[in-house]
Every structure is written in structure tokens, then in C-alpha cells.
């Protein structure tokens, strides 16, 4: 059993990366919380709710034993992806961490949710900072991975 946590800036190519390789998985993503109407909304009020709901859909699926559950969200700090990878060991899952490295200037004009050019080069310096901050402890495997044009 595998919980694989994708990691990007936005316009990685995570959503893209996620569809192509693991059609079969369980899929959550905190986008999910932003859909209104079949459209995704940015609401920073909502931001909350949704990673929670993000959250608690892939503790249900690691309690419900499901064979691979994919979290599609930028993923970009410990702090974001420590209650997973927990969550994860905690129900013997084997925790890999899917990097994907796209250049800002790349990502920026690709991203579909209008994130700021000089957010998504911010998220690119906290990005390439989360290898050094990585708690020796956890067993999570964390690879490098072509994102997809």
C-alpha cells in the first residue's frame, strides 16, 4: 500500500503528472474545497476547509485500506506534508514524496489557477529549502521526478 504525495509549485504540472500515472489511485486534493459550480474559485477563507477536507479524505482511504492514494497539493513545506507522511506510517502505508522541479518562469504562465507570477517564484525558493528541513525520522522516500510538458 502507498501513499504518494506530490510536491510542485503551482504549474508544476502535478494535476497532469497525477492523471497520467496513477489513474487507479484515490485522489485528494485541497482544490476539491475550491470547486464551485464545476469551476475552481480561489477563496482564501475557504483555505482552511479545504486542506481539512483534503486531509480527512486520505485518512478514510489509509483506514479504509486502499491500495494507492495520491494527495495533489503543492506540498512545498514540512509543515505541509507532515500530517500525511504521519498519517501515512501510522497506517503502514509506504510514503513516497513525487518532486516535481519546474523552473518558476516555466510554471508560472502554465498555472491554471492565476497565482501570481511573483508567488509562484516565492514557492520556488521555499520548494527547493524543504530537503534540508526533512525530519530524519520519517521513512518517506523523497524522489526527483520529470514533470510532463
Same mark, same amino acid.
Given at each position: 500500500? =502507498?501513499?504518494?504525495? %506530490? *510536491? ?13 500515472? &496513477?489513474?487507479?489511485? #484515490? %485522489? ?7 470547486? =464551485?459550480?464545476? +469551476?475552481? /474559485? &480561489?477563496?482564501?477563507?475557504?483555505? =482552511?476547509? !479545504?486542506?481539512?477536507?483534503?486531509? *480527512?479524505? $486520505?485518512?478514510?482511504? %489509509?483506514?479504509?485500506?486502499? @491500495?494507492? /492514494? /495520491? $494527495?495533489?497539493?503543492?506540498? +512545498?513545506? #514540512?509543515?505541509? $506534508? !507532515? @500530517?500525511?507522511?504521519? !498519517? ?6 509506504? /510514503? ?5 522541479? #519546474?523552473?518558476?518562469? +516555466? ?12 508567488? $509562484?517564484? =516565492?514557492?520556488?525558493?521555499? &520548494? ?7 525530519? *530524519?525520522?520519517?521513512?518517506? *522516500? ?8
Amino acid at each position: 500500500m =502507498e501513499l504518494i504525495l %506530490l *510536491r510542485g509549485i503551482s504549474g508544476s504540472g502535478k494535476t497532469t503528472y497525477r492523471d497520467k500515472h &496513477f489513474p487507479d489511485a #484515490v %485522489l485528494a486534493s485541497a482544490d476539491d474545497g475550491m470547486m =464551485e459550480n464545476g +469551476i475552481y /474559485v &480561489f477563496r482564501g477563507s475557504n483555505l =482552511e476547509h !479545504a486542506h481539512g477536507a483534503c486531509f *480527512r479524505r $486520505v485518512v478514510e482511504s %489509509l483506514q479504509s485500506r486502499r @491500495p494507492v /492514494v /495520491v $494527495v495533489d497539493n503543492t506540498n +512545498i513545506t #514540512v509543515e505541509a $506534508v !507532515a @500530517p500525511y507522511v504521519t !498519517a501515512g506510517e501510522a497506517y503502514g502505508y509506504k /510514503v513516497r514524496l513525487l518532486c516535481l522541479k #519546474v523552473a518558476p518562469e +516555466i510554471a508560472g504562465p502554465r498555472n491554471t489557477h492565476k497565482v501570481p507570477q511573483v508567488k $509562484v517564484e =516565492e514557492m520556488a525558493k521555499t &520548494f527547493d529549502a524543504f530537503l534540508k528541513n526533512l525530519p *530524519r525520522r520519517w521513512k518517506a *522516500r523523497v524522489e526527483l521526478v520529470p514533470a510532463d510538458p
